[in-house]
């Protein structure tokens, strides 16, 4: 072989440092090998690589970044004026920008391919959110930035009509749109489901489940904490688990109104309920979907969910016909779907009978499927972004 061929070939050749010689070809050899590989990565690199900053503006973006990503944020302080951190992903580096501080023309725009995290839920925060998108059309006008992609915290009434102007299907410069709820345009093609996930403005933190999560036995069969609305099936859920003692048995806290603000009092009260109780109860509020799915999820507390729809415009997508939840439904959430809460009764009283070792495989079921899905997302965006943002091979 290469060794042999060194050796011999070479007229000053004698026999006693044949060893040598071999050790030299062999290290020449790794030395080649390395070059090549390190060439490899280079082109490779040069080819496919793709730098993407991700500015958010909206808690939703703290979700995405350190639960689904799985990223970090400097300073970890969460009061801090300016938070960030990147990472390496799929052919995509990314860095991820947070923070009071962050504002539109302060800080240099270091990628070609910009992700806006912003919040569209009520008017003064599609106002907010509208200065944003000038800014970057902007950008986009001067040469600064290729392509921009919207990660939206919609309205929970499906009214995002204000975002259409700026898509590129209608003449606008946003290529991608990922936005929370049943939105009805979702079509799989630029404007995507994307999870509401937890309550990242109320500091929910990313839960690493542990030992005791999984296997000890917990002291209470459901939990709701949450503001009961007049007139809503909120209070018939109340009703149902006091006619029949069910309150004794779950962990209840209702309110009458509803509070923005955790004291670190309330909000260590309410993950304790996620944590010391089998199942989470989740009545629909102004839209089905809510943050406590996501952080029951977390501490391994199987959702029950009122599975009906809410009045607005959400709903199904010529993509998916499960509405509501359509995301979680098409991605096997393994959660209870109810119609009514006089369904909960029988629910709870075969809870009742439930091993504890039963309970652990679920747990274990739920956590797992939580994992698998966060992965799923994080891929989906990725591979999404690459898609829309990279030169085809396609010649």
């Known amino acids: 072989g290469f060794t042999d061929h060194v050796a011999f070939g070479n007229e000053e050749w004698n026999p006693w440092d044949a060893d040598e010689k071999n050790e030299l070809a062999a290290s020449q050899q790794r030395y080649e090998a390395n070059l090549k590989m390190i060439k490899y990565a280079r082109s490779h690199l040069e080819q496919t690589s793709l730098r993407v ?15 689904i990503f799985g990223g970090h944020l400097e300073p970890a302080d ?18 991820f920008l947070t923070g009071p501080s962050v504002v539109p023309g302060y800080f240099s725009v270091e990628a070609e391919h910009v992700v806006l995290v ?5 008017p003064a925060k599609v106002a907010y959110a509208t200065q944003w ?43 991608l749109l990922f936005v929370t709820y049943d939105y009805a345009f979702v079509n799989e093609e630029d404007i ?26 917990r002291s209470y069969l459901c939990n709701f904490l949450g503001t009961v609305y007049k007139n809503s099936s909120r209070e018939t859920l109340i009703e149902i688990l006091k006619q029949d003692g069910l309150d004794k048995l779950c962990w209840i806290a209702a309110r009458e109104q509803w509070q923005p603000q955790e004291t670190n009092a309330s909000f260590k009260n309410y993950q304790d309920a996620l944590l010391q109780s089998d199942l989470t109860l989740c009545p629909v509020g102004i839209n089905t979907e809510c943050y406590r799915i996501y952080e029951a999820c977390s501490y391994g507390s199987l959702p029950i969910i009122e599975d009906v729809m809410t009045p607005g415009d959400c709903g199904n997508s010529s993509m998916y016909h499960h509405a ?13 779907f109810i119609k009514n809460w006089k369904e909960l009764p ?3 009283e075969k809870e009742k009978k439930m091993s504890l070792q039963e309970k652990i495989q679920r747990r274990k079921k739920l956590l797992e499927w939580y994992r698998n899905f ?4 994080r891929q989906k965006f990725i591979n999404t972004l690459e898609n829309a943002f990279l030169p085809s091979d396609k010649g």
């Open 374 to 377: 966060k992965a799923w997302m």
């Open 53 to 67: 900053q991700i500015w958010g503006k909206a808690a939703i973006g703290l979700y995405l970044w350190q639960h």
């Open 324 to 336: 509501p939840l359509q995301l979680l439904k098409t991605m096997g959430a393994p959660f209870i």
């Open 133 to 175: 998108l000038r800014y970057a059309q902007t950008l986009m006008e001067t040469r600064e930035v290729q392509h921009v992609a919207v990660v939206l915290l919609g309205n929970e009434q499906c009214n995002n009509a204000w975002i259409q102007p700026y898509l590129k299907r209608n003449g606008g410069f946003v290529n």
């Open 192 to 217: 995507f489901q994307w999870p509401l996930g937890v309550a990242t403005y109320r500091s929910f933190p990313v839960v690493e489940p542990s030992w005791s999560m999984l296997h000890d036995p």
């Open 118 to 122: 912003l919040n569209g839920r009520e």
């Open 78 to 95: 969460v009061t801090a004026q300016w938070r960030e951190g990147s990472q390496k992903a799929g052919k995509t580096y990314f860095s």
């Open 346 to 348: 029988a629910i709870l």
